[in-house]
């Protein structure tokens, strides 16, 4: 057992919001410059800067789980973190088919696909910046059915968050834990496990709030484990 550093919620240039320097090799030399052992690439509705990261990082000691940042059809962000490749690329391919719009570069911001050395592939045409018309519950269902890890994102933040949309983490949703944008946000109500990351959009961002784990290994299965407290792995707070 060890102290893990992970930061669980990281945009990369795909997403329109993030800064084009949010690319895969560039990320990964970040993260490990800032001491993280894990991170979680989530884009906005979005994973196909999962592959490039991952391979950017197979030369470095660094773990690269594979997520999204989903949007619900009440604009919650809800985290989706999955263990295999085969399960992410079927949980994106279902919210694509329920992602209306196309996206306008000039106004909403360009969407690229990199490959692990920076280079742009393609430009995303779908609106990932935008809802989905999958509800919250629907959301939480499709990360579970495919063996993910469902976390609600930011909900300190007055925006995109569950508590902002609907002033309430509902009884049953059945998330697996919460999201801060600060450990100074607690303590909050509930009873849910709690971690913190940085939501960078911008390189500066990376690694900035994080979450310490105690665990085996840095892993999606371990970080689950350390969720419930099982078999003595645990969240140990972060920066």
């Not at 570069?105 to 050395?117: N, R």
């Not at 579970?144 to 930011?154: E, L, P, Q």
Request: charged fraction near 25%.
């Amino acid at each position: 057992m060890r102290v893990f550093h992970a930061d669980l919620h990281i945009h990369t240039c795909l997403s329109p919001c993030a800064e084009r320097e949010m690319s895969p090799s560039n990320i990964v030399r970040l993260a490990k410059e800032r001491g993280l052992d894990v991170i979680a690439i989530c884009d906005h509705n979005s994973a196909e800067n999962v592959p490039a990261t991952r391979r950017a990082a197979e030369k470095v000691e660094l773990t690269v789980i594979g997520g999204m940042e989903i949007t619900t059809q009440e604009e919650v962000h809800m985290l989706g973190l999955f263990a295999d490749d085969s399960s992410l690329t079927a949980v994106q391919n279902l919210i694509y088919s329920h992602l209306p719009g196309e996206n306008e570069p000039e106004i909403f911001g360009e969407q690229l696909v990199m490959d692990d050395e920076d280079r742009v592939i393609n430009r995303h045409r779908r609106l990932l910046i935008g809802a989905t018309d999958l509800t919250l519950d629907e959301v939480v269902q499709t990360i579970h059915n495919f063996g993910g890890i469902a976390i609600a994102s930011h909900v300190d933040r007055p925006s995109f968050s569950v508590t902002s949309q609907l002033g309430f983490i509902p009884d049953g949703l059945g998330l697996d834990g919460i999201e801060v944008s600060s450990w100074s946000a607690l303590p909050l109500p509930g009873d849910l496990p709690v971690i913190c990351s940085s939501d960078a959009h911008r390189s500066g961002e990376i690694g900035t709030r994080c979450t310490r784990f105690l665990m085996k290994a840095p892993t999606l299965p371990e970080i689950g484990m350390a969720l419930k407290r099982i078999n003595d792995r645990r969240i140990l707070t972060g920066q």
